[in-house]
């Protein structure tokens, strides 16, 4: 199969277009072609293309920066001699001033498939922005890791934020070229844009969303593989909580623990609980030591996800279910158990970071509330999957 980026390179008729044309992009260091060279030096290497302006997510186009809310500069690409602008510095939506140095801009941005993950708040600023500013964006589209699953509760009214883009629950389902047509259409947005679209992507075929002929790279340096890409809808919700999510071990993003838990009896008490939403992928119980991050240097006793291997059933794997009845446990065996971390989280100062993050405070209400049932959530969750569900399928272009 070929991603966007790749039909571009390979094709000119796509690309004739953006000939005469300023052309600037939005990248990070899983914006890479077949051949694993950066888009960005394929773009400037061909003739007709004038790239005249580079942008960078949170983490920066190289990905140098490790943790949530660590700022990158602008700074003046070394090789190709443009600038390359943060947005996840003095700013997160683009400036008039960076605006001006392109008439294009071609987004190239590998996502998780999941509402939390930065990029997809990126792409809306940008497209608004280009709309502002009588700006022509395509997107070189890339496959959904997460694959088609929707799951969660919609971001609730008055909860919009930089890891909280719009409407959608925390596994959306779409393409970033799809995300693109369907936040036009939400946001009433007068835009020229278009999408590359991948040639052969077969979300439901081998790899359920990531091409098993695809080498993983990076998107951000927390995001080490599949495994954590498919975790990621319900392991994303510990950074709001005093719970260790794997920063600062080799599987971040995949597991969860403290020094204070035992691993067993939590184990035992989801499969009590929810033993329905376990179903998808193995728990092993393990033993790790953070060396940065929450509990650094401290022993913690956990457990890994394994949403991989033949065990793994992609239809049935619910990881925000799964993320959240772990929580559920942990509150129930632990009377008193500090479970909500307390801190500024993406820049919202006055709301708790877990309710930021789910968009709302209906989940750790279910978990707080120690008569609940998961009955009681699937009510909450099951209408708003089903209505994204429906409406989320007329953007599809596979």
């Known amino acids: 199969m070929k991603f966007g980026i790749d039909r571009l390179i390979e094709d000119a008729k796509l690309r004739r277009p953006l000939e005469g044309k300023r052309v600037a992009l939005l990248a990070h260091p899983a914006s890479v072609t077949s051949k694993l060279t950066h888009s ?61 140095t392109f008439d294009a801009i071609l987004i190239d941005l590998q996502d998780l498939g999941c509402r939390i993950y930065t990029f997809i708040t990126t792409l809306r600023y940008m497209l608004e922005a280009a709309a502002e500013h009588g700006k022509t964006v395509w997107v070189l589209d890339r496959p959904n890791p997460a694959g088609r699953p929707v799951e969660g509760t919609l971001l609730e009214e008055g909860w919009e934020s930089f890891v909280g883009a719009g409407p959608m629950p925390m596994r959306h389902g779409l393409t970033m070229g799809e995300m693109g047509r369907w ?57 709001g909580t005093m719970l260790s999510e794997g920063r600062g071990t080799t599987r971040p993003l995949e597991l969860f ?59 049935a794997f619910r990881p925000w279910r799964l993320q959240a009845v772990a929580l559920k446990t942990i509150a129930n065996l632990h009377d008193g158990y500090e479970l909500w971390r307390d801190f500024p989280y993406e820049y919202e100062n006055d709301k708790l ?12 209400e279910w978990i707080e509330n120690p008569s609940s049932t998961a009955d009681d959530l699937d009510a909450i969750a099951i209408t708003d999957e089903k209505s994204w569900a429906a409406i989320s399928k007329e953007f599809r272009l596979y």
């Not at 844009?193 to 091409?211: K, L, S």
């Not at 929450?294 to 033949?310: D, M, R, S, T, Y």
């Open 40 to 100: 960005l030096d394929e773009l400037a290497a061909l003739s007709g293309i004038n790239v005249t302006a580079a942008f960078g997510p949170q983490h920066g186009l190289r990905g140098d920066k490790q943790d949530n809310m660590i700022e990158t500069e602008d700074y003046l690409d070394p090789i190709h001699d443009i600038p390359v602008f943060s947005l996840y510095g003095e700013v997160r939506r683009p400036t008039a001033q960076s605006m001006e």
């Open 183 to 239: 936040m036009i259409s939400h946001f009433d947005l007068d835009v020229d844009y278009r999408v590359i679209e991948m040639q052969g992507w077969q979300p439901e075929g081998p790899g359920y969303g990531w091409p098993e002929d695809r080498i993983w790279i990076n998107p951000s340096p927390n995001a080490p593989n599949v495994n954590m890409a498919r975790a990621y809808a319900g392991t994303v919700m510990l950074e």
């Open 257 to 315: 623990g403290a020094p204070d838990i035992q691993a067993r009896p939590v184990i035992a008490e989801m499969q009590r609980i929810a033993p329905q939403w376990l179903e998808g992928c193995l728990l092993r119980e393990i033993w790790f030591e953070p060396t940065f991050h929450k509990h650094q240097g401290q022993l913690c006793n956990g457990v890994q996800i394994h949403a991989e291997g033949p065990s793994y059933d992609h239809a």
């Open 353 to 364: 970071a877990f309710d930021v993050i789910n968009g709302g405070p209906s989940l750790r």
